[in-house]
């Protein structure tokens, strides 16, 4: 009966810890994170004889420019401090220049 009252109690205070973890916000990833995945196999009587996957990922908005096929050297970055529901919150981004000269966020591209 003892055992089957620290059970209780422990599962409880599981609960509590993980309702508290999911109600603690967080920050938003970054959305101009990227991933590059390269390939390479080798075939040996064209069967594969061995593969690799290389995966390159950046948060680097220069990295991801020249990624999407933009040049890195007509981008800039802006911030900006807004206040939503009575905060300010400081708010920026990344802006390229597209094929007609006009600056687009870069995730856009």
């Not at 529901?85 to 920026?92: D, I, Q, S």
């Amino acid at each position: 009966m003892l055992r089957q009252v620290t059970n209780f109690i422990l599962l409880g205070a599981g609960v509590a810890l993980l309702s508290a973890c999911s109600s603690t916000p967080t920050p938003n990833p970054d959305p101009m994170q990227y991933c590059y995945t390269d390939s390479e196999y080798n075939l040996s009587n064209g069967n594969i004889a061995s593969s690799e996957v290389t995966v390159q990922c950046s948060d680097e908005p220069s990295k991801r420019a020249k990624f999407v096929g933009v040049d890195p050297k007509t981008c800039r970055s802006w911030n900006k401090r807004i206040v939503i529901n009575g905060r300010t919150k400081e708010v920026y981004g990344f802006l390229c220049k597209d094929e007609n000269g006009n600056f687009r966020p870069l995730d856009q591209f």
